[in-house]
């Protein structure tokens, strides 16, 4: 290799070199053909890979402006559910459609999914969502409930408001 009297040259990489990836620590001898930074792209089955821009699948969630924990976001079965402290929110094809406003505040929301049905509540409310109309609505049928899981199919309630 050759260095100019300006302190340039020109090293040049095969891909398989490259392709190596990041070297495995950094006590890894010198010259083993590893890079040792690497930013935006990453070796995979033998090809130096560009990684995916992760701002590019961020849900814009502006229109919800409560504070922390707020937005909780919910990734479901056939959905995805972002709520707010008063609003529920569904995600689709990059787009936040508002589905049910001014519920009572409550505590953080749990939610439990079957497929198109959900049912959630945070503490204070319950709430369903028909699995065929896609329409949520408040329920007292439901009973209300701080914490809620799936467990073999059967929901699992914690907390429970009598």
């Known amino acids: 290799m050759e260095v100019?009297?300006?302190?340039?040259?020109?090293?040049?990489?095969?891909?398989?070199?490259?392709s190596r990836g990041?070297?495995?620590?950094?006590?890894?001898p010198?010259?083993?053909k590893?890079?040792?930074?690497?930013i935006g792209a990453v070796g995979i089955d033998k090809v130096l890979q560009v990684i995916d821009d992760l701002e590019n699948?961020?849900?814009?969630?502006?229109v919800i402006t409560d504070a922390f924990p707020y937005p909780q976001i919910f990734?479901?079965?056939?959905?995805i559910i972002v709520c707010g402290a008063t609003d529920i929110y569904e995600y689709d094809l990059g787009v936040l459609t508002i589905?049910?406003?001014?519920?009572?505040?409550?505590?953080?929301?749990?939610v439990v999914d079957y497929f198109n049905f959900v049912y959630m509540s945070n503490g204070v409310v319950s709430v369903l969502r028909d699995p065929m109309s896609g329409v949520y609505a408040l329920t007292s049928a439901q009973p209300v409930a701080g914490a809620m899981c799936d467990f073999n199919g059967q929901v699992?309630?914690?907390?429970?408001?009598a």
């Open 4 to 18: 100019l009297r300006d302190g340039t040259f020109v090293y040049n990489l095969n891909s398989e070199e490259l």
């Open 22 to 28: 990041l070297r495995p620590s950094k006590r890894s």
């Open 30 to 32: 010198r010259n083993n």
């Open 34 to 38: 590893f890079l040792v930074r690497c």
């Open 57 to 62: 699948d961020r849900i814009d969630t502006t």
């Open 75 to 79: 990734v479901l079965t056939n959905m």
């Open 99 to 110: 589905k049910l406003a001014g519920v009572t505040t409550g505590q953080l929301w749990s």
């Open 156 to 161: 699992v309630i914690g907390g429970l408001v």
